[in-house]
């Protein structure tokens, strides 16, 4: 670069500068001291909290919510993430009979009908569903938070749920699987579960 650009260069950046505004440059001054100020990075140390990490569990029973707001969430929004998230497993209706259950003889689905399901409080029904439990994988990566919301929301209306031919199926297989292992922890064999039949489609 010759001395004339360089020359041209400080004049222009002096030009610039002398037309800014003081509020631009205090704004650009307060921004940089901002960027520039002391800092923790994740999974820092730190002397403030008692157990040195800078990085601190959310207190319990805190729930990750996204841009919710009062009761904009509706029952129709939480039938539909069920349907795609949770019936495969759990059954369209809840009793615990969706098509995977028969592939998961170690530890069926659970009824989410059952009281002791009816009595979790929210907070934990969206952590499940956010981080799994036991053979449930945590779908926390593909449901929004609103979305896993929605989704226990709906959970909760499954006992007023109007029975269906979906629903009827799932309450029947639900039921067979239960006779299955309850007759193979009875010590029954292989051909005696095959005199249980198979389950009508339909049938309750």
Not at 29 to 34: A, C, G, K, S, V
Not at 162 to 174: P, V
Request: glycine share 8%; net charge positive; proline share 7%.
């Amino acid at each position: 670069m010759t001395w004339i650009a360089r020359l041209c260069a400080v004049l222009m950046a002096a030009t610039t500068a002398g037309c800014m505004r003081p509020s631009d440059v205090r704004e650009a001054r307060d921004f940089e001291r901002m960027r520039r100020q002391q800092r923790y990075n994740a999974f820092d140390t730190s002397r403030f909290f008692a157990n040195g990490a800078a990085m601190q569990a959310a207190p319990a029973h805190v729930v990750s919510r996204g841009p919710v707001f009062g009761n904009d969430l509706d029952s129709t929004q939480g039938a539909e993430h069920y349907a795609i998230s949770c019936a495969p497993c759990h059954g369209a209706g809840g009793y615990g009979g969706g098509p995977i259950a028969p592939n998961l003889p170690d530890k069926r689905p659970p009824s989410l009908r059952a009281q002791k399901v009816a009595q979790l409080p929210e907070s934990t029904l969206v952590a499940v569903i956010t981080d799994g439990f036991g053979r449930m994988p945590p779908l926390g990566w593909q449901l929004t938070p609103s979305a896993r919301r929605a989704i226990a929301m709906f959970v909760r209306t499954l006992p007023t749920v109007r029975s269906n031919d979906a629903t009827r199926e799932d309450s029947a297989l639900a039921d067979h699987l239960r006779r299955v292992d309850s007759s193979y922890s009875a010590g029954a064999t292989a051909r005696d579960i095959l005199k249980l039949g198979r389950v009508p489609r339909g049938e309750r």
